[in-house]
């Protein structure tokens, strides 16, 4: 329900739903390119406030509140690659999880007048969650079963999330110079009480033990960065701008856990407290010449950065870190709909608290995963070329980008697996990691079939190294991708779509010689009937099939949706549609890929077949 007048507006929002929409939440898993995993039911209310001033100021606030409760259901198949063979893991679980965030969000847009001018944008986010799970996994060789472990796990936890923006720009010197201040702040606090059971069998020789663990996490983090700066024109279309970061990032994990054995032994542990304080200082000098038909711009910025690593409030080691960051942008439009575009970034990550914190954590007995107290920053280089195209009398239209990404010191991977098949996992850094991607879409009309063609192709090749029971390990993953997609132009009573997909993923590992190929193959038809103003019919249509030679089967989901509508009311205002969604009740969540050491098939319940009569109106003028 919303209402607009000329400085106000305002809505009420709100939504329920068991089938999977999450609407304007945006919180579980509903973003783009990415599928939706369990049965999920959703609730969620707010409002919209905004008031526009005088000129261009306006002030706005929101706020919403929303539950989800999702069931999962999960399977997953794991094949291991190690210097001495290969091994398997095959794991079952049951989730059930609850989350009930509130959000609130504001903003300041304040022009005083034409020299000053102030933006505030902040967030705040307090959400509490709860997780109950139960799960087993197997893992063996070929047909020998070396340990079983069967897990259940309960959580509570609490999190709390703010942020806050702010700009303030001061134009002197008639206009030709500006300088401009921005501050940016954050605060993320997570509270934690975790119980689980773990009982781990091995087979050879036969015994079982039992591990029920419980432990309280704290968890915090907060910074603040300063940028002042100062832009002067000093040219027609040339501006020199100055400015430096500074900030400050403080990190926090702190844990108590209890450990009690079947044999009756218990051990309370106090874990040491780890913190991180990160200070960082930014100098940068930036050229810029902007006309209405290109840009240019080149960066010097110098990046100085300090990391104190503290347990137990000492100390034990205080390194600093200075990288020289270059950047560059040029953009060109030489025709009308025609444009290229060079870019050029450098960037440095900090290694987090979690990956530094030198205690194992043993949440999972079969993987268990301890912090590294010698990592150092990556430090990473992004170049990339586009090129546009558009012809507004033909409607045909290219965009192509071509980049590559390489990355010093990345933290990669050490893993050390023992006889039994229990691993242990640390980051470490490793020499580079480089990658290389590509992508093209393209669409034409075809005039004499009265269709237009649509395509898509993605490319990608990455290789980075991992430690594998003391040995290098080099893997890279090659995909192709190509999508083809042609449907109806004039689309007054038909719109009728057909489209495929083809994927290829080539894995390699350089400590095995099993390498894996793995394709994904879709073919899709939309199509819709509107023989009148009051009736519309629907069907939509989906086969996606999956095969590699690396699993036992191909998998072959198909799907198919249909749906009838009636409208009515002057103007058709309202409308009553009654659709089916998965007939075939053949849906499935699925994915196959490949990282580190493994590759890893997942299956996952989601909504099944299901009926939905919809009725919409359209109130007010």
Do not use: C
Not at 200 to 222: G, H, K, V, W
Not at 428 to 453: C, E, Q, V, W
């Amino acid at each position: 329900i919303y209402r607009f007048s000329e400085k106000v507006q305002s809505a009420l929002l709100g939504m329920a739903n068991n089938i999977n929409e999450f609407g304007y939440t945006g919180n579980h898993g509903k973003e783009w390119g990415t599928s939706v995993e369990g049965e999920n039911q959703s609730m969620a209310g707010g409002l919209n406030l905004s008031y526009n001033a005088e000129g261009t100021n306006r002030y706005f606030l929101s706020y919403l509140a929303s539950t989800n409760k999702k069931e999962l259901e999960e399977k997953r198949t794991t094949k291991n690659y190690l210097p001495e063979g290969t091994y398997y893991q095959q794991s079952m679980l049951n989730e059930e999880e609850r989350t009930t965030p509130h959000k609130l969000n504001l903003g300041v847009r304040h022009k005083f007048n034409e020299r000053h001018n102030l933006i505030l944008d902040g967030d705040l986010s307090i959400s509490s969650n709860k997780l109950s799970s139960e799960g087993q996994t197997n893992t063996g060789i070929e047909d020998a079963l070396i340990n079983t472990l069967n897990n259940t796990t309960s959580s509570e936890s609490s999190v709390i999330d703010t942020e806050a923006q702010g700009s303030y720009v001061y134009k002197f010197n008639e206009g030709k110079t500006q300088f401009r201040t921005e501050v940016n702040g954050f605060y993320h606090q997570d509270n934690s009480q975790l119980n689980w059971i773990d009982t781990i069998s091995l087979y050879n020789p036969d015994s079982m033990d039992l591990f029920i663990q419980y432990r309280d996490e704290y968890t915090d983090r907060a910074g603040l960065l300063v940028i002042p700066g100062v832009v002067q024109r000093i040219k027609q279309f040339w501006y020199l701008e100055a400015e430096v970061e500074l900030g400050i990032k403080t990190e926090q994990l702190d844990w108590q856990q209890e450990i009690e054995r079947a044999s009756g032994e218990s051990m309370d542990t106090i874990l040491p407290s780890f913190s991180t304080q990160e200070l960082s200082v930014g100098p940068m000098l930036s050229l810029k010449r902007n006309s209405n038909r290109s840009q240019i711009e080149f960066i010097l910025k110098g990046s100085w950065k300090q990391l104190d690593k503290l347990q137990d409030e000492v100390s034990l080691e205080k390194p600093t870190y200075f990288y020289f960051q270059p950047g560059f942008n040029y953009e060109y439009k030489y025709r009308t709909g025609r444009r290229v575009n060079v870019r050029y970034s450098t960037n440095v990550n900090m290694p987090s608290v979690n990956q530094l914190y030198p205690v194992a954590n043993t949440l999972n007995l079969l993987s268990i995963y301890q912090g590294n107290l010698e990592l150092i920053p990556e430090y990473s280089h992004n170049l990339s070329a586009s090129w546009w195209y558009f012809d507004q009398f033909s409607f045909t239209s290219l965009f192509a980008r071509l980049g590559a990404v390489y990355v010093k010191d990345k933290i990669g991977w050490s893993q050390t697996t023992n006889e039994e098949l229990i691993t242990l996992v640390s980051p470490i850094n490793t020499p580079d990691h480089r990658s290389i991607y590509s992508y093209i879409s393209f669409s034409t009309p075809i005039r004499a079939l009265g269709m237009k063609m649509s395509m898509t192709s993605h490319e990608s090749w990455n290789k980075g190294l991992s430690i594998i029971n003391g040995e290098d390990n080099t893997q890279s993953n090659f995909i192709h991708s190509l999508g083809l997609r042609f449907e109806n132009r004039k689309k007054e009573k038909w719109d009728a779509a057909l489209g495929g997909k083809v994927s290829i993923t080539d894995a390699r590992f350089s400590i095995s010689s099993m390498n894996t190929v793995y394709y994904n193959t879709t073919l899709y038809t939309d199509i819709r009937f509107t023989p009148s103003d009051k009736w519309s019919f629907e069907t939509l249509a989906s086969v996606v099939n999956y095969n590699s030679k690396s699993f036992d089967e191909a998998v072959i989901i198909p799907l198919l949706t249909a749906g009838i509508s009636y409208y009515f009311l002057r103007g058709e205002r309202a409308s009553l549609t009654l659709r089916a969604y998965d007939l075939l009740n053949k849906q499935v969540g699925f994915e196959r890929i490949s990282q580190t050491n493994y590759l890893m098939q997942r299956e996952w319940n989601t909504i099944g077949r299901y009926v939905m009569l919809e009725f919409h109106i359209r109130l007010g003028r």
